[in-house]
């Protein structure tokens, strides 16, 4: 199991890229099941959950390469309906297959996804839009087990929560449907948009994302298409974080910073100045960050979940109280406790944390739980006085590219063990 070691207090200096968005890769990769033909998607980036998405392809029958940053699927049919448990369970995502590989079969046999270190993470969206859309599903013995002989007929779906995931899975599957699908309430977050333009370039007639109502025309079937991944704007979020909490002035290149909304001010009300030029973002922070009063997840264009905990890392090290209010999972906090190994002060409740701002934060052993925690950890280890040592890197790896390679060449002393 490998660690990482960050020797704190390096001030960071310099350019760096954004890598590209994992929470567009997973799902455009599922929907590469729907495709014919070989699609070549640029700026996907290398991550164990990418790699995960790419084992299922390869068992369901897909031939899937990388070269360089863009990995290649070339789909010539699907020969399989049923993921194994042991490729199900490498990522929480995984649950997009379901409607793909039932819009393609005719049927999907998958294991149960259960709950995850952020919280239970029911699927009940997803199942009864597909059951509306036609579908016969059975859960039994830890499996999904879903058919539709005759196919998924188009229908009208209001989903009662915003679901990414669920807005992914319906887009998918309405695609090849018969008729139009109607989803209200949907989720608009920009990863939607980009499943939303990969599809339609092979050929699908989606209409609307990245609004609250998406309408997909069935087609019969989809060709393939070359498309490039959206900059990851929480992996943006915690470089924002690295620089802020270390006084630096750092530049992302890559950065559409109109997804980053709610985000940007956060940072400003910290005391960060940010400018942007073309794609670039610069960030200036100040030697002593402000608490940033209170920061409340919502569904895009509200605060995203995802950048909570890099958020409330930089909220330890900045004079006064911020609070959290956390409306999207119920155990998102558990790299808090973690964080109070190193100095800092947290008091957390349910959905809220109070943090009231300490003068620093100290170096100790500190162990990842979940993706983002992992990330809150190696920000606080950058401003932290002495070294500080990380377990549980495998959650960091699931959605950064080797973060410690990128911070180092912006000047940090971080390196795995
Ligand atoms: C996606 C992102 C994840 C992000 C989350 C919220 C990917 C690969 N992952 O996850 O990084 O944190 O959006 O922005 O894109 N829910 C139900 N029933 C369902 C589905 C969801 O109750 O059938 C609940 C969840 O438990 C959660 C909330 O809805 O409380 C939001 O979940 P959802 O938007 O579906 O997140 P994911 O798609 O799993």
Partial sequence: MSKLLVNGRQRLEGTVSVQGAKNSALPILAATVLTGGESVIFNCPELTDTEASARILRWLGCEVTRSGEAVIVKNDGISRHDIPD??????????????????????????????????MRPIDLHLSALRRLGAEIRERHGYLDCRAPHGLKGCKIALSFPSVGATEDIMIAACLASGTTTITNAAREPEICDLAEYLNRCGAKIHGAGEGVVVIDGVKRLGSAVHTIIPDRIAAAT??????VTGSEIVLDGVISSHLGAVLPVFEQA?????????????????????????RTMPYPGFPTDAQAPLL???????GVTVFIENIFENRYRHTGELVRMGAD?????????IEG??????AAVEATDLRGAASLVIAGLCAEGSTEISGVCYLDRGYESLERTLSSLGADIKRL
């Fill in 86 to 119: 042991s490729l199900m369970r490498r990522t929480r995502s995984s649950i997009v297959f379901l409607g793909a590989v039932l819009a393609r079969t005719g049927r999907a046999k998958l294991s149960f996804p259960g709950g995850c270190e952020i919280g």
């Fill in 239 to 244: 470089l924002l974080s690295c620089a802020a």
């Fill in 271 to 295: 005391g960060c100045s940010l400018t942007h030029r073309e794609n670039q973002l610069r960030i200036v922070s100040p030697e002593r960050l402000r608490g940033m009063k209170i920061i």
């Fill in 313 to 319: 890392a930089v909220s330890c090290v900045a004079n």
């Fill in 346 to 354: 947290i008091r957390t409740e349910g959905k809220i944390a109070v």
């Fill in 358 to 363: 300490v003068s620093g934060l100290y170096g």
